[in-house]
Structure formats: C-alpha cells, structure tokens
C-alpha cells in the first residue's frame, strides 16, 4: 500500500503536542511496517532526521501553512493533486486535517474539538475555518483516531459521527522522564527558580490552559501560608503576541516568585519538570493532557482539572481542582506543599496509572485503526 503522511508539524526544534504526536507515532509505525510505502508531505524543508526507514518517501509540497488562507490552498487544492501523482491508497494526517476534494480514503487523528465549545478562544478566521471544516472532515473521514474516550464521546455526539468509527488511541509520554535524585533537585531547581521549591506549569500559553487562574490562585496561597514556594511557566505564547504577553511581562516586573520560561528545550524541560515539587495544570479544555503522564514519569505530584479528559488521565493518582474555583485551586496546593505523605503517595499513585500510556501502546493502537481501512481496501480490490 501506498500510504501518505501529513508531515506539516514535524518541524526540527519546534515539536509541540500533535508534532511529538507524529514523530513518535510515525517512527514506530514505518518501522514496524516495512511492507507498506510511506510517502511523508511536508509543506517547508523537512530535517533527515524524520525520515525513519527506507520505506519512507519525503516530498515537499509548499506553500507553508502558516494561516487558514494557505490551510485551504494547501489541503483543497495541493494535496488532492499530490495524492493523485504518488497514487495513495490511503491518507493519514495526524493532525485532523483533510483533503475534502480528493477521493483517496483518509484517516485523521481529531485530537479534541475544544474550538466547538470555545470558539473565542482562537483568531476569527482560525476558529471559522475550525468550526466549517472539521465537522466536514470527520464525516469525510474513512475511520477517526482519537485520543481520549472524552473525546470519543465529544466528536461523536457533536458532529453526530458513528462511535464505532472512532478509535480511542491514547497519547504517551517521553519515557526520558524520570524521577531525580534530590540532588539533582536542588541542581534544578537553582537553575530554573534561584534555588527554591517551585510548583510548574507546562503548556501553551492560551486562554484555555487557563493560566490566569493558576496564578491568581498561586497568589492567593502565598498569601495565606507566606510560603517561599514559586511559579515556574513554561510553554510558548499562541496565535501571536496579544493580551497574555503585556499580562506576563507585568507579573514578572512585579513578582519575583513567578517566573516565566518560554519554551524550553527537551533536555532542560526534563529538568525542570523532575526537580518541581508539583505540577500545577488546571485547564478548562483538554483533549488528553500530555503533562498530567509526563510528570508521573517524571515522578512529581499532580494538581490538576476536574474536566473533560484530565479524571480519565489522572484516574486517583492526582488532586483535583475546578478550573473556575481560585479558592480550590489554592487549597491544593496547600495540601501540596503541607503533606509530605500525601506527595509521597500520589507519586506512587502516578507510578502505576503512567503504565496505561506508552508511545508503544499508541502507535499500536495507530496502525489497527490504519490497518482496517487497509484490510477493508484490500478486500474490495479481490
């Protein structure tokens, strides 16, 4: 089979969630498959380093798709002509994006529809071409992966799509997060927080990771315990620079206990999330919430939302606050920081929920949804 890849996100030095999804995911797949051709289309310069096997084609198709204007060109008008020349039998995009003029089979992986519930949240034009396109990708879709039965549920009774027809496939986590020695604690945390415990926070900075909050509670727990403990925010600013970059420049020229880090890169983002004391993770909207695992690899306590997809992830192994409760929010990371015991057993708790999430288990449950489509377009060509 001539299978074809979406690559877009697979972009060296700038993976984020989908991104580490793909690579993971599509490393083990064209491994473990070296019966079937792969094409991989990027819409830039792609890094050698994507291109896994020898059963791998790489091809760029520009335009970069950098805004909706070239999402429409590149998938509606590119891509169809694309799929056509290389002769695809099948297309998968794991970032949920579809071809609808082309008539190959497709297969998206719909990581959540957050923009349905909270279309404000996103650019005007983002969340139209969001909200016009993706109920008409997933009823074009030949099968749909998913990555939490939350999501499951929403793409199903949303859009009104066949629940049979969408695979739960779970995200994993970079099994390179470990626990650190207290050593190497103290060693991170005067790097990242001049030598204090510190609650961190990884995400996009985004009006849904609802980071707001986060501090607003943070500041109201400094304020009834008189704790040294700080903030550390990592994650990079979305869809531009606005708003929450004026709100964070403010927070850091007045706090000192608050620091905002940017992206980091793997190695220093291992770091700094084994030598935290928690993670303090409270969205209003997650699909799966690849942090929550990350830090129970990484063998650090969770406080995180009571919605959507974050109790299926977190199961017993974490605490829980909702994302509009500050007073909650704060309470826990009182507990947090007051009872060692209770770190102590989350961590152990962690330990034994993190087993349900493996890059392994995902991209097995990858190549099933793949394969059905295979099978059933093997069968029809007998």
């Given at each position: ?8 996100l ?6 984020e ?75 998968f ?30 650019p005007?034009?983002?969340?139209h ?112 620079k606005?708003r ?52 129970m ?8 939302s ?39 057993e ?11 999430f ?11 949804c ?13």
């Amino acid at each position: 089979m001539n299978i074809a890849v979406n690559c877009r996100l697979l972009q060296q030095g700038r993976l984020e969630g989908i991104g580490w999804f793909m690579y993971e995911n599509l490393k083990r797949i064209t491994k473990n498959h070296p019966e079937h051709q792969f094409f991989f289309i990027f819409d830039r310069p792609y890094d050698p380093s994507f291109i896994f096997s020898d059963n791998i084609k790489a091809m760029v198709v520009g335009l970069p798709t950098r805004h909706p204007f070239l999402w429409y060109l590149w998938f509606e008008w590119r891509l169809p002509r694309v799929l056509k020349k290389i002769n695809a039998d099948l297309f998968f995009s794991p970032d949920g994006y579809l071809s609808l003029r082309s008539k190959v089979p497709q297969i998206p992986v719909i990581h959540d529809i957050n923009f349905a519930h909270r279309p404000k949240d996103l650019p005007f034009l983002t969340r139209h071409y969001y909200n016009y396109f993706f109920p008409r990708f997933a009823r074009k879709a030949d099968r749909i992966c998913t990555v939490s039965e939350y999501s499951q549920k929403d793409i199903y009774k949303t859009y009104r799509i066949d629940k049979s027809l969408i695979d739960v496939v779970y995200n994993g986590a970079n099994e390179a997060y470990t626990p650190f020695t207290e050593k190497d604690k103290q060693a991170g945390r005067l790097k990242f927080a001049e030598g204090s415990e510190y609650f961190i926070f990884i995400g996009s900075i985004h009006p849904r990771k609802n980071l707001g909050n986060l501090i607003e509670a943070f500041d109201r727990f400094v304020e009834q315990t008189g704790s040294e403990v700080k903030l550390v925010v990592v994650g990079a600013e979305m869809w531009g620079k606005g708003r929450s970059e004026g709100q964070r420049a403010d927070i850091e020229n007045r706090r000192s206990n608050i620091s905002f880090l940017g992206r980091l890169e793997s190695d220093e983002l291992r770091v700094a999330l084994g030598s935290a004391l928690a993670m303090t993770f409270v969205p209003w909207f997650e699909g799966f919430g690849i942090p929550v695992v990350e830090a129970m690899y990484a063998g650090v306590p969770v406080l995180t939302s009571t919605e959507t997809s974050l109790p299926e992830v977190g199961g017993e192994a974490v605490l829980y606050a909702h994302p509009g409760n500050v007073e909650e929010i704060a309470d826990q990371m009182k507990k947090l920081v007051s009872d060692g015991d209770l770190r102590k057993e989350l961590i152990q708790k962690g330990f034994w929920q993190k087993e349900k999430f493996s890059w392994d288990k995902t991209s097995q449950k990858v190549w099933e949804c793949l394969d059905t489509v295979i099978t059933e377009l093997e069968n029809s060509h007998d």
